[in-house]
């Protein structure tokens, strides 16, 4: 335990974000005599290209975890939930490649390509989920989050009375296909979620993209809209952008920025629907967003086809 008698106020020290908690606070770790000491940072506290970050923006639009910030810090209450024995009263970011510091920037649009046929290791494992670790072409540790349902050993699929972890333990090698996801939507911040895992052979499944639909089968669209968004073959757009139209209670438009001054409208499924980690797939779209202004910035992340690329 660091004796703060005589040390209430650091100043000019320069610190790493190891986690994002919560979408308005991050915490960072930092050497101090000898030890790592851990500062809570609120998005209010960031400073970003000469510039304090606006009202009401979070953390994760400004940093992830790895960036690293130049602070000053005070004392604080290192028995909280967030265990942190220090205060950030000022930050930063030192990063030159971080996010931008404006959610309208095209630094927060990004093309991602899924991952097909890919190989890591078993990182956690739960009863019926779990998380594999992977490193990406630059060398960056990735997570993958995945469910029992989509695993198969050797061939066969996984028996739904089967823990993940009587056949899966940590660090076991496997490979396995998956989708670009929000980080923020699940417990482990993995940015993807597995289609499909194995060892052994790999099972048939079936990534074919959907024919014409029909105006008016709104069945066959929500099931053409799964397998466009859920195959690792597709080419996907991570950005932000606003809630246009609410069509009925089960389909609505987003108006996305994909390029600099280019906005297109996007159809979405509220089974793909996330609002603060609660699927929307049960939901009536029109009540929710009667209730949440539709003003309110979304984050997306979703199928592009190659001719929007061009």
Known sequence: MLDKQNTTYLQNLVGKVVAIPQPYKAILEFPYKGKTERSLLWADRLTVNGKATAPGHMVYEYLHVGSKVRFSCHTFNESGIDQCGWFTTNAIRQDPNDISNAPSSTNLTTLVHGQFNAKGIIHHVAPRQGVIAFNDESGTEQLVMFLGSKV?????????????????????????DAIPTDPLENDHRCRWFATAVWKGQKPNVDYD???????????????????????????????????LSVLNQEFGVALVSIKPNVWESVLFHRSSAYLYKLCLKKQDLRKIFKEVSSSRQLRCVFHIPPDKLQ
């Open 152 to 176: 198969y050993l050797f061939g066969k699929r996984l028996s739904s009375k089967q823990s993940l972890q009587t056949c899966l333990p940590l660090e076991d090698r496997v490979q396995f």
């Open 209 to 243: 993209t959907p024919g014409s639909i029909n105006q008016g089968e709104s069945q066959n669209l929500v099931k053409a809209i799964k397998q466009l968004t859920s195959s690792p073959k597709a080419t996907f757009l991570q950005a932000h952008g606003q809630m």
